[in-house]
T-cell receptor, first 117, second 114 residues
Framework: AQTVTQSQPEMSVQEAETVTLSCTYD???????LFWYKQPPSRQMILVIR??????QNATENRFSVNFQKAAKSFSLKISDSQLGDAAMYFC??????????????FGQGTILTVHP | KAGVTQTPRYLIKTRGQQVTLSCSPI?????VSWYQQTPGQGLQFLFE???????NKGNFPGRFSGRQFSNSRSEMNVSTLELGDSALYLC?????????????FGAGSRLTVL
C-alpha cells in the first residue's frame, strides 16, 4: 500500500516571499514518481512539478522547486517569490511505476495556500 | 491542443437515480482515469482504462462502473445514487498511463445527490 501525508492543512505567505509545503510518503516500491498538483478555486487540477524517485537531483520549474529526501521519504515543495496567483490547494501525490498501478495516483489531503498582498 | 473535456460540469440527482459522466481525453492520449474528490475522503482513485480495457480499479462498490470507447473517450456510471456520492468527479488522461506520462486533469463534474 502507498500513503501520502501532508501535515499542514493551511499555510500562508506574503507576496514575494518564500513558502515551503511539506509532504511525506510511504511506499514499498523502488520505482515511483512524486508530483505536486495545484487546484485553484476553479477546481482545475494543474501539475506543478514532477520528481522521478531514481533521480537524486531535485526537480525545479521556474519559481517552484522540491526537496526530495528519499531515505526520509520526504518531498517538500518550495515556492519562491510567491504571487497572488499561487493561492490554491496544493496536493502531493505518488505513483508506483511497477506492478499494476496504472493511472493510480495516491494523493495527500492537501494544503490550502493563502497569499497575502 | 484541446485539454481534457468533462461533461456535464454540474448536475443534480436524487437518491436512487443513476448518472453517467463523460470524459474526452487530450487527442492522442489513450489512458483515462477517474477520481472522486470529497471534503471528507479527499481524492480517491476510481478506475483506469487503456485501449478500451479496465486495467486498474479502486476500492469502490460495484455501483461505480466505467467504460472506454475506441476513440479513447470514457464514461463513468453510478447507479442507485446515495447521498455520499455527492462529489467532484475528475477525469485525467495520459499517453500510456504510466508514471512517466503525466496525468492531465479535466475541470471535473460536480454531482449533487439530494
Amino acid at each position: 500500500a502507498q500513503t501520502v501525508t501532508q501535515s499542514q492543512p493551511e499555510m500562508s505567505v506574503q507576496e514575494a516571499e518564500t513558502v515551503t509545503l511539506s509532504c511525506t510518503y510511504d511506499t514499498s516500491e523502488s520505482d515511483y514518481y512524486l508530483f505536486w498538483y495545484k487546484q485553484p478555486p476553479s477546481r482545475q487540477m494543474i501539475l506543478v512539478i514532477r520528481q522521478e524517485a531514481y533521480k537524486q537531483q531535485n526537480a525545479t520549474e521556474n519559481r517552484f522547486s522540491v526537496n526530495f529526501q528519499k531515505a526520509a521519504k520526504s518531498f517538500s515543495l518550495k515556492i519562491s517569490d510567491s504571487q497572488l496567483g499561487d493561492a490554491a490547494m496544493y496536493f502531493c501525490a505518488a505513483f508506483n511505476a511497477g506492478g499494476t498501478s496504472y493511472g493510480k495516483l495516491t494523493f495527500g489531503q492537501g494544503t490550502i495556500l493563502t497569499v497575502h498582498p | 491542443k484541446a485539454g481534457v473535456t468533462q461533461t456535464p460540469r454540474y448536475l443534480i440527482k436524487t437518491r436512487g437515480q443513476q448518472v453517467t459522466l463523460s470524459c474526452s481525453p487530450i487527442s492522442g492520449h489513450r489512458s483515462v482515469s477517474w477520481y472522486q474528490q470529497t471534503p471528507g475522503q479527499g481524492l480517491q482513485f476510481l478506475f483506469e482504462y487503456f485501449s478500451e480495457t479496465q486495467r486498474n480499479k479502486g476500492n469502490f462498490p460495484g455501483r461505480f462502473s466505467g467504460r472506454q470507447f475506441s476513440n479513447s473517450r470514457s464514461e463513468m456510471n453510478v447507479s442507485t445514487l446515495e447521498l455520499g456520492d455527492s462529489a467532484l468527479y475528475l477525469c485525467a488522461s495520459s499517453l500510456a498511463g504510466s508514471g512517466a506520462n503525466v496525468l492531465t486533469f479535466g475541470a471535473g463534474s460536480r454531482l449533487t445527490v439530494l
